[in-house]
């Protein structure tokens, strides 16, 4: 889920047994191999997810749903996620990683970090 999430950070997550909205970020255990992942939902009929830099898709069974994130621990922070207006606008651009040349590839993943900073809001622990 790079640029928004980063190895070492904690997940903030509540269980969740169904009402998922495009552009939630599950928790989901991987039909094929067992692992636990954490992409963004890009489609409801079927579940499809995908990492946000990733450019491929997976469609995963309602059942293997396990939580949505809604923030993460970094360091002495917290952060949450918003859903804001550039939400749509980083979902489009992570689609477009997937059918797009080189090129557009690139631009789509610079725009998606320019655009992941205002999908998170910052909270400091006290």
Not at 96 to 116: D, H
Request: contains cysteine.
């Amino acid at each position: 889920m790079t640029p928004l999430l980063t190895e070492g950070d904690e997940l903030i997550a509540i269980e969740q047994d169904g009402d998922f909205e495009i552009g939630d970020i599950l928790l989901f255990k991987d039909p094929d191999n067992g692992e636990f992942i954490v992409h963004r939902l890009i489609s409801d009929r079927p579940f499809v997810t995908k990492g946000d830099w990733s450019c491929s898709f997976e469609e995963i069974p309602k059942e293997n749903i396990f939580a949505v994130v809604i923030g993460f621990k970094r360091k002495l922070n917290k952060y949450y996620f918003t859903k804001s207006f550039f939400l749509s606008w980083y979902i489009v651009l992570s689609r477009s990683l997937a059918v797009s040349g080189k090129l557009a590839r690139l631009t789509s993943r610079v725009l998606m970090y320019l655009f992941s900073i205002f999908l998170i809001k910052k909270k400091n622990d006290l």
